[in-house]
């Protein structure tokens, strides 16, 4: 008997293999680390400028001290219009800063903003409710040293010319405003308004009550 011999099949060439393009590690971390500083960073900005109002704010009323500012003659029903009310002082009148000493600078600095410190002077004498402090000079710089009864408070022009102090707009409780507005209705003589204010050592100020009278309505 005879046998048929069968040969195995022989496996084809294997193609060679094609490498890919080597590329240089990056290193670890580095990617995450980036984007989130790139979060981060702008949401830390952006938190402190929200905090830093209200910081000073508290700043002031700590260290600042106390005076009292007349009000502008006002229209009752336009202090009282809606829950932030707006009052004018009569330190913010122009023609009143420019008779001065150094009131010449209003005139030329109205344009374009430009801060300014307005030196106040407390009254001779210390009455219920308070006596409104005083005007005595103005000056383009913080005066460096000033008598125990002054105090130096930060004005600007605003970009229309007229003067501020940031104690312009308050708040006050819903509670208070009807009787507030009663009481204002009452008064023949609108300057029996006067505002007491926290004047801290940098000439920033805000506002903590207002009087009516011999009444006082706290913000």
């Not at 219920?128 to 000079?137: D, H, K, S, T, Y």
Request: no cysteine.
């Amino acid at each position: 008997m005879k046998f048929r011999s069968f040969r195995q099949p022989q496996p084809l060439p294997a193609e060679p293999a094609v490498e890919a393009p080597s590329l240089p590690p990056a290193p670890s971390g580095t990617g995450h680390r980036l984007s989130s500083r790139s979060l981060w960073i702008p949401l830390l900005i952006q938190m402190g400028l929200i905090l830093l109002i209200p910081a000073q704010d508290a700043y002031t009323y700590i260290a600042g001290r106390n005076v009292t500012l007349q009000t502008a003659p006002v229209d009752p029903y336009d202090l009282l219009r809606g829950h932030y009310q707006t009052l004018g002082y009569e330190i913010g009148q122009i023609d009143r800063l420019k008779q001065l000493p150094g009131g010449e600078w209003i005139e030329q600095n109205r344009y374009p903003v430009r801060s300014f410190y307005l030196i106040l002077e407390a009254p001779t004498q210390q009455t219920q409710p308070p006596q409104p402090w005083q005007p005595v000079r103005l000056s383009p710089t913080r005066p460096d040293s000033l008598p125990a009864n002054q105090i130096a408070i930060q004005g600007q022009t605003d970009r229309y010319g007229a003067i501020t102090y940031g104690l312009e707009t308050y708040y006050m409780p819903e509670t208070q405003r009807d009787r507030l507005n009663q009481d204002i209705s009452q008064q023949p003589d609108q300057h029996a308004f006067v505002v007491d204010v926290k004047v801290d050592p940098t000439g920033n100020a805000v506002p903590i009550s207002l009087w009516v009278a011999d009444r006082n309505y706290r913000f």
